[in-house]
């Protein structure tokens, strides 16, 4: 379950380096030989967060905010403990949970029988290893190096792998998730949230409510919110994100090996991808409805391949949004006809032959790898004949980062959640 637990700083560069956060790979490098790079910077909180956003009730962002030159990383302390948010979406998830915690706390339930029932379950369900698993410490070990591709290929192959993110199986088949899954709903939070906190306190309710102590009608929809899962505020997204906090994993498992099938994937590609335990129940639903809504764009598949490379949370998070906000390109502004691979991530064509490049960043800087990645699209002929290159980030650019895509011709869309994204839907 993600956990907001404190990421050095160190640790989320090499992220960054590894993923979407990502490589923007450094292609033609003759081209860049005397050209003059920015080092990420360090940034402001209150000079790019809102109001509500910088303070609340339950949360204080420090000033001091750290860019790696596509995300910003935030530092939050709450009266729940320190949190880091390591991108601007991370962060608006983060408070909306803080502000459910709050809620939750308010909520009174009788510890000593949930303790009881626990320690039960851990003395009477047999075969079943952790069934309350410390899941910080699991994440902390999740695919930490080589050895995670030599998971035994038979345990993968046409069966669903339970998720560090999702409860465990002897909870699902008690009932447990249902009751978890409704009250996260009443609280508008993600049922497969790692923060660990709010998890404590799901399980809490969820526990009171499972031994009928609790209503899940006491848990009122207090918060705003999607639940954490999409970039958007609308009804859609809220639909979207009830169905899978109250959808049992393995159904939502099923359902999405079955539609990207449909889509025409292959089928070992689609198991890889949806044993990849990088991505939660609810981030492969997500990414899952997104690529249906783009049926008919060629090269779909490409999205999965990617997914593949995901060795983190914060990997798969990205990757995910990728996928979303692609889709919302093509729902909201211009259908695509192809999506093609540009360094380890994607580039999509659009009927009119232009070239759209969406990313989920934050701050985007002038680096190399951007100016590497930005020349091999404008020096490919087949492109040039188009003329049209379009850059669409969900934050900003840098000064000189936007102005080098503006001489190089390309159209720049800053803040794009509100035309790919739109709240009316």
């Known amino acids: 379950m993600l956990r907001h637990v404190r990421i050095p700083s160190a640790f989320l560069k090499g992220i960054v380096t590894l993923t979407l956060a990502m490589e923007l790979v450094i292609f033609s490098m003759a081209h860049h030989a005397q050209a003059e790079f920015e080092n990420p910077p360090v940034l ?46 991370t962060l608006g998830f983060l408070i909306n949970e803080l502000n459910a915690i709050a809620e939750m706390k308010k909520v009174k339930t009788d510890d000593t029988a949930i303790a009881a029932l626990k320690q039960s379950g851990e003395n009477t ?10 899941t910080e410490n699991t994440l902390k070990g999740a695919a930490s190096g080589v050895q995670s591709l030599f998971h035994r290929a038979s345990e993968t192959v046409g069966k669903r792998e339970v998720t560090d993110a ?12 249902k009751s978890k899954g409704q009250i996260a709903t009443k609280y508008h939070v993600n049922v497969y949230s790692r923060n660990k906190v709010l998890q404590e306190e799901l399980d809490r309710l969820a526990w009171a409510d499972y031994l009928g ?8 929809s207090v918060v ?10 609308s009804g859609a997204a809220r639909l979207l994100n009830e169905a ?16 990207l099938l449909a889509l025409g994937m292959d089928g070992d590609t689609v198991q890889l991808f949806l044993n990849n335990q990088m991505f939660s129940p609810a981030l492969y639903t997500v990414m899952t ?5 783009m049926k008919g764009v060629d090269n779909l598949e490409l999205f999965l391949k990617v997914s593949l490379q995901a060795s983190s949370p914060e990997m798969a998070r990205v990757i995910t949004e990728l996928t979303v906000l692609t889709a919302g390109y093509h729902t909201h502004v211009t259908p695509l006809k192809s999506i093609e691979p540009m ?22 800087i002038w680096s190399e790898r951007v100016a590497g990645a930005l020349m091999e699209i404008s020096d490919n002929p087949a492109i040039a004949a188009s003329g049209v290159k379009e850059l669409w980030v969900l934050g900003d650019l840098s000064d000189m980062a936007h102005d080098e895509f503006k001489k190089a011709g390309w159209r720049i869309t800053t803040e794009a959640g509100k035309q790919l994204l739109p709240a009316k839907d």
């Open 289 to 293: 409805s997104a690529l249906e809504s």
């Open 224 to 233: 705003p919110g999607v639940g954490g899962i999409l970039l958007s505020t």
């Open 244 to 259: 899978i906090n109250t959808t049992p994993a393995a159904e939502l498992w099923v359902q999405s090996r079955d539609k």
């Open 44 to 89: 402001s909180a209150k000079d790019i967060l809102e109001p509500e956003r910088l303070k609340g009730p339950n949360h204080t962002v420090a000033d001091e905010v750290e860019n790696n030159g596509l995300f910003n990383n935030y530092s939050v302390t709450s009266p729940f403990g320190d949190f880091e948010a390591p991108s601007n979406t």
């Open 125 to 134: 369900v047999t075969g079943i290893k952790n069934l309350f698993t410390d």
């Open 343 to 364: 360094a380890r991530i994607t580039k999509a064509v659009n009927k009119d032959g232009a070239v759209a490049v969406v990313l989920p960043t934050d701050h985007l």
């Open 166 to 177: 999702e409860d465990s199986k002897a909870q699902q088949l008690i009932g447990f998730s």
């Open 213 to 220: 102590g609790l209503g899940v009608g006491v848990a009122t």
